[in-house]
Protein backbone atom coordinates (compact mmCIF):
# COMPACT_ATOMS: atom_id res chain seq x y z
CA UNK A 1 0.00 0.00 0.00
CA UNK A 2 1.54 3.28 -1.22
CA UNK A 3 -0.64 5.63 1.42
CA UNK A 4 -1.09 8.60 -0.21
CA UNK A 5 2.07 8.80 -2.42
CA UNK A 6 2.64 8.17 -5.97
CA UNK A 7 5.31 5.80 -5.62
CA UNK A 8 6.25 3.21 -3.07
CA UNK A 9 9.98 5.12 -3.21
CA UNK A 10 8.12 8.53 -2.10
CA UNK A 11 6.15 6.81 0.45
CA UNK A 12 9.54 5.07 1.59
CA UNK A 13 11.86 8.26 1.78
CA UNK A 14 8.41 10.13 3.63
CA UNK A 15 8.55 7.23 6.47
CA UNK A 16 12.35 7.96 7.21
CA UNK A 17 11.77 10.04 10.52
CA UNK A 18 9.40 7.60 11.77
CA UNK A 19 11.66 4.22 11.08
CA UNK A 20 14.68 6.49 12.55
CA UNK A 21 12.62 6.71 15.76
CA UNK A 22 12.63 3.06 15.90
CA UNK A 23 16.23 2.46 15.37
CA UNK A 24 16.47 4.92 18.14
CA UNK A 25 14.19 2.95 20.23
CA UNK A 26 16.22 -0.17 20.24
CA UNK A 27 19.72 1.33 20.42
CA UNK A 28 19.65 4.36 22.90
CA UNK A 29 18.79 4.58 25.84
CA UNK A 30 16.45 8.03 26.25
CA UNK A 31 16.67 8.48 29.85
CA UNK A 32 20.59 8.20 30.12
CA UNK A 33 21.13 9.20 26.97
CA UNK A 34 23.33 6.44 26.61
CA UNK A 35 23.52 3.59 23.91
CA UNK A 36 22.23 0.18 24.86
CA UNK A 37 23.91 -2.20 22.89
CA UNK A 38 22.59 -5.85 23.38
CA UNK A 39 25.72 -8.91 24.43
CA UNK A 40 27.64 -9.57 22.07
CA UNK A 41 30.04 -12.57 21.08
CA UNK A 42 32.92 -10.69 20.28
CA UNK A 43 34.67 -7.98 22.21
CA UNK A 44 34.73 -4.15 20.45
CA UNK A 45 37.63 -3.28 22.77
CA UNK A 46 39.72 -6.51 21.33
CA UNK A 47 38.90 -6.65 17.61
CA UNK A 48 42.05 -5.52 15.78
CA UNK A 49 40.25 -4.79 12.59
CA UNK A 50 37.39 -4.32 10.89
CA UNK A 51 36.17 -5.67 7.47
CA UNK A 52 32.83 -3.93 5.78
CA UNK A 53 32.09 -6.01 2.88
CA UNK A 54 28.75 -5.16 0.77
CA UNK A 55 26.73 -4.84 -2.56
CA UNK A 56 25.21 -1.21 -3.79
CA UNK A 57 24.04 1.25 -1.88
CA UNK A 58 24.87 -1.19 1.48
CA UNK A 59 28.50 -0.64 0.13
CA UNK A 60 28.50 2.99 0.36
CA UNK A 61 26.99 2.62 3.78
CA UNK A 62 29.89 0.96 4.95
CA UNK A 63 32.25 3.32 3.35
CA UNK A 64 30.08 6.56 5.39
CA UNK A 65 31.26 3.91 8.60
CA UNK A 66 34.87 3.48 7.75
CA UNK A 67 35.22 7.79 8.40
CA UNK A 68 33.75 7.19 11.24
CA UNK A 69 35.08 4.20 12.72
CA UNK A 70 38.31 5.57 11.92
CA UNK A 71 37.63 8.89 13.27
CA UNK A 72 35.89 8.21 16.26
CA UNK A 73 37.62 5.05 17.32
CA UNK A 74 40.45 4.98 15.89
CA UNK A 75 40.24 1.49 14.30
CA UNK A 76 41.52 0.32 10.97
CA UNK A 77 38.67 -0.37 8.71
CA UNK A 78 38.76 -1.88 5.23
CA UNK A 79 35.88 -1.80 2.92
CA UNK A 80 35.15 -3.61 0.00
CA UNK A 81 32.24 -4.28 -2.44
CA UNK A 82 31.33 -8.10 -2.00
CA UNK A 83 31.75 -9.13 -5.77
CA UNK A 84 35.56 -8.32 -5.85
CA UNK A 85 36.10 -8.78 -2.04
CA UNK A 86 35.15 -12.68 -2.34
CA UNK A 87 37.51 -13.23 -5.19
CA UNK A 88 40.55 -11.53 -3.71
CA UNK A 89 41.62 -14.33 -1.36
CA UNK A 90 42.47 -11.26 0.96
CA UNK A 91 44.80 -11.98 3.60
CA UNK A 92 43.09 -11.20 7.24
CA UNK A 93 44.03 -10.76 10.65
CA UNK A 94 42.26 -13.61 13.03
CA UNK A 95 40.23 -12.46 15.37
CA UNK A 96 38.95 -9.74 13.53
CA UNK A 97 35.45 -8.05 12.83
CA UNK A 98 33.77 -8.76 9.59
CA UNK A 99 30.81 -6.80 9.22
CA UNK A 100 28.22 -7.06 6.44
CA UNK A 101 25.31 -4.68 5.39
CA UNK A 102 22.72 -5.89 3.45
CA UNK A 103 19.00 -4.75 3.38
CA UNK A 104 17.28 -8.20 1.96
CA UNK A 105 20.08 -10.55 3.85
CA UNK A 106 19.84 -12.11 0.19
CA UNK A 107 22.80 -10.40 -1.64
CA UNK A 108 24.74 -13.38 -3.22
CA UNK A 109 28.28 -12.05 -3.35
CA UNK A 110 27.73 -10.88 0.32
CA UNK A 111 26.55 -13.79 1.17
CA UNK A 112 30.06 -15.94 -0.50
CA UNK A 113 32.09 -12.85 1.57
CA UNK A 114 30.28 -13.94 4.45
CA UNK A 115 31.82 -17.30 4.16
CA UNK A 116 35.08 -16.72 3.26
CA UNK A 117 35.53 -14.44 6.17
CA UNK A 118 33.96 -17.52 8.67
CA UNK A 119 36.88 -19.86 7.22
CA UNK A 120 39.42 -16.63 7.76
CA UNK A 121 38.55 -16.83 11.59
CA UNK A 122 36.65 -13.58 11.71
CA UNK A 123 33.72 -12.77 14.41
CA UNK A 124 30.67 -12.50 11.84
CA UNK A 125 28.35 -9.55 12.43
CA UNK A 126 25.99 -8.03 9.91
CA UNK A 127 23.56 -5.08 10.07
CA UNK A 128 20.48 -6.48 8.24
CA UNK A 129 17.05 -5.39 7.55
CA UNK A 130 14.94 -8.62 6.93
CA UNK A 131 16.38 -10.48 9.96
CA UNK A 132 14.85 -14.00 9.13
CA UNK A 133 17.34 -13.75 5.80
CA UNK A 134 20.10 -16.20 5.10
CA UNK A 135 23.16 -13.56 5.91
CA UNK A 136 21.33 -13.35 9.46
CA UNK A 137 21.24 -16.93 9.71
CA UNK A 138 24.83 -17.51 9.23
CA UNK A 139 26.07 -14.53 11.50
CA UNK A 140 26.78 -14.71 14.94
CA UNK A 141 25.25 -11.68 15.95
CA UNK A 142 22.97 -9.63 14.43
CA UNK A 143 21.97 -5.68 14.37
CA UNK A 144 18.73 -5.14 12.93
CA UNK A 145 17.64 -1.78 10.88
CA UNK A 146 14.16 -1.97 11.36
CA UNK A 147 13.25 0.07 8.53
CA UNK A 148 9.99 -2.64 7.90
CA UNK A 149 9.56 -3.84 4.16
CA UNK A 150 11.57 -1.34 1.36
CA UNK A 151 9.36 -2.38 -2.06
CA UNK A 152 10.64 0.43 -4.07
CA UNK A 153 13.96 -1.54 -5.93
CA UNK A 154 15.95 2.62 -5.02
CA UNK A 155 16.72 1.62 -1.38
CA UNK A 156 16.51 4.55 0.36
CA UNK A 157 15.20 4.54 3.88
CA UNK A 158 16.70 0.84 4.38
CA UNK A 159 20.41 3.07 3.68
CA UNK A 160 19.38 5.94 5.99
CA UNK A 161 18.78 2.86 9.27
CA UNK A 162 21.89 1.05 8.16
CA UNK A 163 23.78 4.80 8.66
CA UNK A 164 22.07 4.84 11.75
CA UNK A 165 23.28 1.22 12.81
CA UNK A 166 26.56 1.88 11.74
CA UNK A 167 26.64 5.19 13.72
CA UNK A 168 25.91 3.44 16.97
CA UNK A 169 28.09 0.79 16.07
CA UNK A 170 31.04 3.26 15.80
CA UNK A 171 30.43 4.89 19.12
CA UNK A 172 29.94 2.09 21.00
CA UNK A 173 33.23 0.98 19.44
CA UNK A 174 34.82 3.95 20.52
CA UNK A 175 33.18 3.23 23.85
CA UNK A 176 34.77 -0.01 24.29
CA UNK A 177 38.14 1.17 23.34
CA UNK A 178 38.77 4.20 24.83
CA UNK A 179 38.57 6.82 22.60
CA UNK A 180 35.75 8.60 24.06
CA UNK A 181 34.30 9.45 27.53
CA UNK A 182 30.66 9.29 28.38
CA UNK A 183 30.10 12.67 27.81
CA UNK A 184 31.26 12.43 24.13
CA UNK A 185 29.09 9.69 24.30
CA UNK A 186 26.03 11.11 25.22
CA UNK A 187 26.79 14.17 22.72
CA UNK A 188 26.93 12.08 19.77
CA UNK A 189 23.89 9.95 21.26
CA UNK A 190 21.73 13.00 21.35
CA UNK A 191 23.33 14.41 17.94
CA UNK A 192 21.41 11.16 16.82
CA UNK A 193 18.45 11.62 19.19
CA UNK A 194 18.44 14.70 17.23
CA UNK A 195 18.05 12.94 13.46
CA UNK A 196 13.63 12.30 13.38
CA UNK A 197 13.21 16.20 13.55
CA UNK A 198 16.32 17.06 11.26
CA UNK A 199 14.47 14.10 8.24
CA UNK A 200 11.20 15.77 8.68
CA UNK A 201 12.83 19.29 8.15
CA UNK A 202 14.65 17.97 5.27
CA UNK A 203 11.64 16.61 4.09
CA UNK A 204 9.71 19.69 3.63
CA UNK A 205 12.89 20.89 0.95
CA UNK A 206 10.51 18.46 -1.51
CA UNK A 207 8.77 21.17 -3.64
CA UNK A 208 12.48 23.47 -4.17
CA UNK A 209 14.29 19.96 -5.03
CA UNK A 210 11.20 19.30 -7.51
CA UNK A 211 11.57 22.52 -9.15
CA UNK A 212 15.40 22.45 -9.30
CA UNK A 213 15.38 18.73 -10.56
CA UNK A 214 12.91 19.81 -13.37
CA UNK A 215 15.14 23.10 -14.64
CA UNK A 216 18.52 21.72 -14.04
CA UNK A 217 18.91 18.10 -14.04
CA UNK A 218 15.76 16.49 -16.13
CA UNK A 219 17.99 17.27 -19.69
CA UNK A 220 20.78 16.50 -18.32
CA UNK A 221 22.91 13.49 -20.02
CA UNK A 222 25.21 13.07 -17.18
CA UNK A 223 25.98 15.05 -13.43
CA UNK A 224 28.53 14.71 -11.35
CA UNK A 225 28.35 14.77 -7.74
CA UNK A 226 31.55 15.81 -5.35
CA UNK A 227 31.86 15.35 -1.82
CA UNK A 228 34.92 15.15 0.49
CA UNK A 229 35.49 12.74 3.91
CA UNK A 230 32.04 11.28 4.47
CA UNK A 231 30.27 13.54 1.94
CA UNK A 232 32.31 11.57 -0.69
CA UNK A 233 30.59 8.06 -0.28
CA UNK A 234 27.39 10.35 -0.20
CA UNK A 235 28.73 11.69 -3.79
CA UNK A 236 28.32 7.69 -4.83
CA UNK A 237 25.56 6.65 -3.43
CA UNK A 238 22.81 10.30 -4.62
CA UNK A 239 24.69 8.85 -8.64
CA UNK A 240 23.98 5.55 -8.14
CA UNK A 241 20.24 6.22 -7.30
CA UNK A 242 19.84 9.06 -10.14
CA UNK A 243 21.79 6.41 -12.42
CA UNK A 244 19.10 3.90 -10.99
CA UNK A 245 16.17 5.39 -11.74
CA UNK A 246 16.29 8.59 -13.97
CA UNK A 247 19.03 6.46 -16.14
CA UNK A 248 21.06 9.84 -16.72
CA UNK A 249 24.63 8.71 -16.51
CA UNK A 250 26.02 10.16 -13.01
CA UNK A 251 29.31 9.77 -11.34
CA UNK A 252 30.32 10.76 -7.89
CA UNK A 253 34.10 11.72 -6.59
CA UNK A 254 36.08 12.86 -4.21
CA UNK A 255 36.27 16.97 -4.89
CA UNK A 256 39.74 16.54 -4.38
CA UNK A 257 39.96 14.37 -7.20
CA UNK A 258 38.55 16.79 -9.97
CA UNK A 259 41.83 18.08 -11.19
CA UNK A 260 42.88 14.70 -11.74
CA UNK A 261 40.76 13.75 -14.74
CA UNK A 262 36.88 14.66 -14.32
CA UNK A 263 37.84 18.39 -14.84
CA UNK A 264 37.88 17.84 -18.29
CA UNK A 265 34.38 17.04 -18.59
CA UNK A 266 33.04 20.16 -16.67
CA UNK A 267 30.77 22.31 -19.84
CA UNK A 268 27.79 24.58 -19.13
CA UNK A 269 25.81 21.83 -19.94
CA UNK A 270 27.16 19.54 -16.62
CA UNK A 271 25.43 19.60 -13.66
CA UNK A 272 27.54 19.38 -10.77
CA UNK A 273 25.46 18.56 -7.20
CA UNK A 274 28.70 19.41 -4.45
CA UNK A 275 27.69 18.00 -1.57
CA UNK A 276 29.14 20.32 1.63
CA UNK A 277 27.99 20.49 5.06
CA UNK A 278 29.87 23.31 6.92
CA UNK A 279 32.81 21.42 8.49
CA UNK A 280 36.57 21.14 8.58
CA UNK A 281 37.20 20.56 4.53
CA UNK A 282 33.96 23.06 3.64
CA UNK A 283 36.91 25.71 2.14
CA UNK A 284 38.48 22.60 0.50
CA UNK A 285 35.37 21.78 -1.47
CA UNK A 286 34.14 24.93 -2.10
CA UNK A 287 37.78 25.94 -4.07
CA UNK A 288 36.96 22.69 -6.00
CA UNK A 289 33.75 24.47 -6.33
CA UNK A 290 35.07 27.44 -7.90
CA UNK A 291 37.07 25.60 -10.02
CA UNK A 292 34.15 24.26 -11.86
CA UNK A 293 32.47 27.62 -11.66
CA UNK A 294 35.62 28.56 -13.32
CA UNK A 295 34.67 26.40 -16.45
CA UNK A 296 31.00 27.02 -16.99
CA UNK A 297 29.88 24.23 -14.86
CA UNK A 298 25.96 24.72 -13.15
CA UNK A 299 26.68 23.94 -9.52
CA UNK A 300 24.14 22.69 -6.98
CA UNK A 301 25.07 23.20 -3.69
CA UNK A 302 23.69 20.73 -0.86
CA UNK A 303 25.18 22.78 2.80
CA UNK A 304 23.62 24.46 5.71
CA UNK A 305 23.23 28.01 6.75
CA UNK A 306 26.63 28.54 7.33
CA UNK A 307 28.00 27.21 4.31
CA UNK A 308 25.49 28.52 2.19
CA UNK A 309 26.21 32.20 3.54
CA UNK A 310 30.00 31.57 2.49
CA UNK A 311 29.48 30.14 -0.84
CA UNK A 312 25.75 30.55 -2.09
CA UNK A 313 26.56 33.05 -4.45
CA UNK A 314 28.65 31.45 -6.43
CA UNK A 315 26.26 28.57 -7.24
CA UNK A 316 23.46 27.90 -9.74
CA UNK A 317 21.13 26.91 -7.08
CA UNK A 318 21.33 25.92 -3.47
CA UNK A 319 19.56 23.93 -1.52
CA UNK A 320 19.41 24.53 2.52
CA UNK A 321 20.13 21.89 5.01
CA UNK A 322 19.28 22.03 8.48
CA UNK A 323 22.42 22.66 10.56
CA UNK A 324 24.16 19.18 12.50
CA UNK A 325 27.02 17.90 13.57
CA UNK A 326 29.73 16.55 11.39
CA UNK A 327 29.23 13.47 12.42
CA UNK A 328 25.50 12.83 11.58
CA UNK A 329 25.41 15.16 8.07
CA UNK A 330 25.85 12.00 6.07
CA UNK A 331 22.58 10.70 7.55
CA UNK A 332 20.86 13.86 6.82
CA UNK A 333 22.06 14.85 3.48
CA UNK A 334 20.57 10.86 2.23
CA UNK A 335 17.81 12.81 2.31
CA UNK A 336 18.13 15.50 -0.97
CA UNK A 337 20.12 13.18 -2.72
CA UNK A 338 16.91 10.71 -2.73
CA UNK A 339 14.53 14.12 -3.32
CA UNK A 340 17.17 15.24 -6.41
CA UNK A 341 17.01 11.28 -7.97
CA UNK A 342 13.24 11.00 -7.43
CA UNK A 343 11.63 14.32 -8.87
CA UNK A 344 14.34 13.62 -11.87
CA UNK A 345 12.70 10.51 -12.43
CA UNK A 346 9.16 11.35 -12.00
CA UNK A 347 9.77 14.47 -14.57
CA UNK A 348 11.27 12.08 -16.88
CA UNK A 349 8.90 9.46 -16.54
CA UNK A 350 10.45 6.54 -16.03
CA UNK A 351 9.53 3.25 -13.70
CA UNK A 352 10.22 5.25 -10.11
CA UNK A 353 9.69 1.67 -8.56
CA UNK A 354 10.86 -1.08 -10.92
CA UNK A 355 13.52 0.50 -12.84
CA UNK A 356 14.24 -1.17 -15.99
CA UNK A 357 16.84 -4.54 -15.75
CA UNK A 358 17.08 -3.85 -11.59
CA UNK A 359 15.70 -6.50 -9.01
CA UNK A 360 15.00 -6.09 -5.71
CA UNK A 361 17.09 -8.58 -4.34
CA UNK A 362 20.32 -9.81 -5.92
CA UNK A 363 20.50 -13.54 -5.25
CA UNK A 364 22.67 -14.65 -8.26
CA UNK A 365 26.04 -13.25 -8.65
O1 LIG B 1 19.81 -6.28 -0.24
P1 LIG B 1 21.16 -5.63 -0.28
O2 LIG B 1 21.27 -4.48 0.65
O3 LIG B 1 22.27 -6.63 -0.05
O4 LIG B 1 21.30 -5.09 -1.76
C1 LIG B 1 22.49 -4.49 -2.18
C2 LIG B 1 22.31 -3.77 -3.50
O5 LIG B 1 21.84 -4.65 -4.49
C3 LIG B 1 21.34 -2.60 -3.38
O6 LIG B 1 21.71 -1.69 -2.40
C4 LIG B 1 21.21 -1.84 -4.72
O7 LIG B 1 22.41 -1.19 -5.04
C5 LIG B 1 20.03 -0.88 -4.64
N1 LIG B 1 19.16 -1.04 -5.78
C6 LIG B 1 20.44 0.56 -4.48
O8 LIG B 1 19.38 1.46 -4.54
Partial sequence: ??????????????????????????????????????????????????????????????????????????????????SEFRYRECAMTPGGLALFISQSGETADTL??????????????????????????????????????????????????????????????????????????????????????HLSDALHLGPLIEKLAQDELTDATDVLYLGRG??????????LKLKEISYIHAEGYPAGELKHGPIALIDDTLPVI??????????????????????????????????????GDEATAVVELPDVDPFTAPILYAVPLQLVAYFTAVHKGTDVDQPRNLAKSVTVE
Fill in 230 to 239: ASFPLALEGA
Fill in 1 to 82: DKGNHRHFMAKEIHEQPEVVGHVLGHYVDPAKQLLKLPEMPFDLAAIPRITIVACGTAYYAGVVAKYWFEQVARVPVDVDVA
Fill in 112 to 197: AALRYCRSQDQHIASIVNVTESTIARESDHIFPTLAGPEIGVASTKAFVCQLMVLAVLAIATARARGAIDADEEQRLAAELTAMPR
Fill in 274 to 311: VIAPWDRLFEKTVSNMQEVMARGGRIILLSDRKGISIA
